[in-house]
C-alpha cells in the first residue's frame, strides 16, 4: 500500500543530509524497529497571510528532547539546532500547511536488546496532511467509545515521554475503536479513571466550567492541552484539572479532543451516549475558534505561540 490519506513530501534531513523520501530507510534489526526505542514529535504548521507559521514549535522541540534524556539517546543537536532544522525543511519541500515528524531512534548497530550499542540517528519529515480525524470531525464532532485497553501504569512505561514504543497501546485502542464503528477512544488509566485518547488529550465541560483529567502518570502533557487551558482562562472560562470518573463522560455537557493532530475536536457521543445535545457545544466552538485564528495567525498572538517559516 502506498501513501493514504497525506501528500509525500520530497525530501527528509537525516543528520545534517537530505535523503529523498522513499530513500529514506532503517534496518530490518535497527533497534528501533524491533523494540519500539524511538523517540518523536509530532507538530503543525499553518498557513498565515505572513506565510507558514509554526504552532509551539520551541515547546515541542523541548518535549523531544526530554523524552530523549529519559531513554538516555539524547542526539547530537542542541535544541535551537533541532528548531532550525524543523524550519528548514519546511522550507526545503516548500510546503505550507503541513506536520512536521522529528524522530530520534536507535539505528542499527546490535540485533541485542540493549539500545546504548545502537547509534542514535536523528530525522526530521514533514508532508502536507489534512484533518485528522475525518474532513467533517471540526465542526460536527465525532463518535468515540470508552476503550476495553487501558493505559500504562506510572512507572511502567514513562507516559510523559512521546515514545514510538508506547504507541502499540494507542494503536491497539485505535483499531478496537474503528473496528467497532467509532472514530476513536478514550482510555482509562490502570486506577479507572479517565486519562487520555489514544492521541489525544481530553477535555470536558460541566456547568459552564472547563475540565481536564488531571495529568497522574498515565497520559502525555499534550502542547495543545496546554495551550488550550490558557485560552479558555482568556476567554473568560473556569478551568480546572481533576480526577475525572468514567461515568462523568456520559453526563457532561460537552466534550472535546486536543492535539497537534487532533487539534480541537468535538466529541459528540461517547459508547453512543450523546454528549449534551449530541453537537458540538457552544463552549468547545468558542474555544475552537480561538485555537484555529490563533494558529492561522488571524488574531494576536499574547503568549508568542508562533514561529513563522
Ligand atoms: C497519547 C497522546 N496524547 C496526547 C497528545 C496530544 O499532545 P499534543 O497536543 O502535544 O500534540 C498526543 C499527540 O501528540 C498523543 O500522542
Redo the contacts with the bound molecule.
Keep these: 500500500m502506498g501513501a493514504v490519506g497525506f501528500q509525500e513530501a520530497d525530501w527528509i534531513w537525516k543528520d545534517g543530509e537530505y535523503v529523498g523520501w522513499h530513500d529514506c530507510n532503517v534496518h530490518l534489526l535497527a533497534t528501533a524497529v524491533q523494540f519500539g526505542t524511538s523517540v518523536f ?2 507538530i503543525r504548521a499553518y498557513e498565515t497571510s505572513e506565510g507558514p507559521a509554526v504552532f ?1 514549535l520551541r515547546e ?1 522541540i523541548d ?1 523531544l528532547i526530554d523524552s530523549a534524556t529519559v531513554y538516555r539517546m539524547l542526539p547530537d543537536y542542541s535544541a535551537d539546532e533541532l528548531v532550525d532544522t524543523c524550519l528548514e525543511v519546511i522550507r526545503k519541500n516548500e510546503l505550507r500547511n503541513c506536520y512536521i515528524r522529528p524522530m530520534i531512534i536507535r539505528g542499527y548497530g546490535t540485533p541485542g536488546l540493549n539500545p546504548i550499542l545502537s547509534p542514535i540517528d536523528t530525522y526530521v519529515a514533514a508532508w502536507g496532511w489534512g484533518t485528522y480525524l475525518g474532513a467533517e470531525a471540526l465542526e460536527v464532532g465525532v463518535d468515540v467509545c470508552v476503550s476495553s485497553w487501558q493505559r500504562m501504569a506510572p512507572n511502567t512505561f514513562p ?1 510523559r515521554a ?1 515514545a514510538g514504543g ?2 502499540v497501546n ?1 494503536q491497539l485502542m485505535k483499531m478496537e475503536a474503528v473496528q467497532n464503528g467509532y472514530v476513536d477512544a478514550i482510555a482509562l488509566g490502570p486506577g479507572g479513571l479517565v486519562s ?6 481530553l477535555f470536558l465541560v460541566d456547568e459552564g466550567k472547563v475540565i481536564s483529567p488531571v495529568l497522574d502518570g498515565t ?9 488550550v487551558i490558557q485560552m479558555a482562562r482568556d476567554l473568560g472560562y473556569e478551568v480546572e484539572e481533576r480526577p475525572v470518573p468514567r461515568e462523568a463522560l456520559y453526563t457532561v455537557d460537552e466534550m472535546f479532543f ?5 487539534e480541537v475536536t468535538p466529541v459528540r457521543s461517547v459508547d453512543r451516549i450523546e454528549i449534551g445535545d449530541g453537537k458540538a457545544g457552544p463552549i468547545t466552538l468558542d474555544i475552537q475558534k480561538r485555537f484555529l485564528a490563533t494558529v492561522k495567525g488571524e488574531t494576536d498572538d499574547p503568549h508568542g505561540y508562533l514561529t513563522y517559516v
Design positions: 514529535e509530532g509551539r515541542h518535549r507516559a512521546k508506547h504507541y494507542a487520555e485518547g489514544s492521541g489525544m488529550n497520559s502525555l502533557v499534550g502542547i495543545t492541552r496546554g495551550a486536543t492535539g497537534t493532530a487532533a
